[in-house]
């Protein structure tokens, strides 16, 4: 076998909280780390507050869970001194203020640690992720910051055999990204993949179920998902998410062809199937570049999710490349998923502006000379009126040489009859569209544009437009009336691109109410 044993110095640290905090004062590996942050915080296109790793790049967010009062983020980091995927960990107390801690699960006998979840248990925290060349593997930690890891067998639990996703090529499953639950006295657990199912034997997304007494004894089941009508042909179920939301089950998953997506449906205890009732996208758009890549999921103890997806990048960066979104909170009423920002973010608001009644006349930019910067907090209520198309412009030069537009089609989406939808809704309606659009966010000649990403929105009879939007130099990130998000990287070339304008396009419109905020950093 070969000898995956990781060149990254590791650790053995205290079992109290407060012999780990001395031990971390004086971690080598975290002064590392420290030091890193410093000397490259000084990159422009660098968040101030999304979370980006400490030093080198970072891929899959992993196992975002609550631990003895804090939240731990677990990433794909790429130490300098050896390449390969590690488990980078980080800490918060708000979901929003982010601490480094050492890297926590290393290869070995792995080649990589890929993609996984965590389970939270009463004394301890249980992560299953994907070990390449060897199969699905378990590691448990249960000190007060989860710095200390073992792995349950010291070998893959689910063996991956021949091939890299499958034990063998006869047997009816794959086995990659994993995540992990518990019912009853059992643990079960998905495995990733695709199976031949689809039109003329063409691949589509499968995930498949095990089950085990104890983490290291493992049965396969069967094909966990039934009714899903909403994935296509070519995506698989990377990276998977099963956790209750609200009454249902939710499905987060990540397709290497089409993006982050979710299926959501009822859980079938008695047969252990997931039966789907909806689906959508949280990609509307390729994941590169500058899209949504995979996500990290886990119960917010309220009902609902709190979920972030790590960023592709659109231009090279030096010594670091992708970043996370923030952290959203899913919830559902019916079919209907709703998201919103999650987390403490008022915390970093400072400069506020507030305009109300703002009437926008057609066809002419208004340019907001009051709100300005490259890390900003936006929020807006918007009347269309008869305007077709109603644009934010954000990262916006002088004479519009550099700008990221946001932009509301009002009822220019599909034509949906709205079955079991909340009160408020008609029975048929054409659904509005908002897009983004990074065409001219950019000057610089190794920036990477991306088509405009654009997704379908449901109003209700009479609702305004609400919008939040969030800049952070090098990321832009809009919720909309709590049910819709989309996010893109941009890279401004300009040192003034920090203006912000509205223009309404063939009639006039009224913003009822904006608010802006310079936002600090999280660090």
Not at 140 to 155: A, E, F, H, I, Y
Not at 239 to 250: K, M, N, V
Request: aromatic share 10%; net charge negative.
């Amino acid at each position: 076998m070969a000898d995956h044993r990781s060149q990254v110095p590791s650790y053995e640290f205290p079992g109290t909280l407060a012999g780990q905090e001395a031990a971390l004062a004086a971690n080598p590996l975290l002064q590392r780390m420290n030091q890193a942050r410093v000397a490259m915080a000084k990159d422009r296109h660098r968040p101030a507050y999304h979370y980006v790793n400490p030093e080198s790049t970072l891929n899959d967010p992993n196992g975002i869970c609550f631990w003895r009062g804090r939240w731990h983020l677990f990433y794909q980091g790429y130490p300098p001194e050896d390449s390969r995927q590690h488990w980078g960990h980080a800490v918060s107390d708000d979901l929003v203020h982010w601490r480094d801690l050492p890297y926590a699960i290393y290869p070995d006998p792995e080649r990589c640690c890929f993609s996984g979840t965590t389970l939270v248990e009463d004394d301890r925290v249980i992560a299953m992720y994907h070990g390449t060349e060897v199969g699905n593997m378990v590691a448990v930690s249960s000190d007060p910051l989860l710095l200390n890891w073992s792995k349950v067998t010291g070998r893959a639990v689910i063996p991956i055999g021949k091939s890299r996703r499958s034990a063998d090529p006869d047997l009816p499953y794959t086995v990659f990204d994993p995540c992990i639950w518990r019912k009853g006295g059992a643990y079960y657990a998905l495995s990733a993949g695709t199976k031949a199912e689809g039109p003329a034997g063409k691949p589509v997304r499968a995930n498949y179920l095990f089950r085990s007494p104890d983490l290291e004894h493992w049965e396969y089941l069967h094909p966990f998902v039934e009714d899903d009508q909403y994935t296509q042909i070519g995506d698989d179920g990377a990276c998977p998410y099963f956790w209750p939301i609200g009454d249902r089950h939710i499905l987060v998953f990540f397709s290497h062809m089409s993006g982050g997506q979710y299926l959501l449906g009822d859980y079938d205890m008695a047969r252990d199937k997931f039966v789907v009732t909806h689906g959508g996208k949280f990609n509307h758009g390729a994941s590169t570049p500058s899209g949504l890549h995979a996500p990290s999921a886990t119960p917010d103890g309220s009902g609902g999710l709190v979920v972030l997806f790590n960023m592709n990048p659109g231009k090279p960066t030096v010594g670091w490349n992708q970043i996370m979104t923030l952290p959203w909170r899913l919830t559902v009423d019916g079919d209907l998923l709703q998201m919103e920002p999650a987390g403490d973010l008022s915390s970093l608001r400072h400069d506020g502006t507030h305009m109300t009644d703002l009437e926008l006349p057609a066809n002419e930019e208004l340019v907001l000379p009051d709100i300005t910067g490259d890390a900003l907090e936006l929020e807006l209520e918007l009347d269309a009126q008869d305007a077709p198309v109603v644009e934010l412009n954000v990262l916006r030069a002088p004479g519009a040489k550099e700008y990221t537009r946001i932009s509301f089609y009002k009822e220019r989406g599909f034509r949906a009859t709205n079955w079991n939808q909340p009160a408020g809704y008609p029975a048929q309606s054409v659904q509005s569209v908002l897009s983004i659009d990074t065409s001219h966010a950019s000057t610089a000649a190794d920036v990477r544009p991306r088509p405009p990403e654009t997704a379908q929105l449901a109003l209700g009879e009479g609702e305004p437009l609400r919008l939040r939007v969030f800049v952070d130099r090098s990321v832009v990130e809009v919720f909309a009336n709590g049910r819709q998000c989309l996010a893109v990287r941009v890279y401004p070339e300009r040192e003034d691109s920090v203006g912000v304008s509205l223009r309404s396009q063939g009639g006039p419109s009224v913003v009822g109410s904006l608010r802006s905020w310079r936002m600090g950093s999280i660090w």
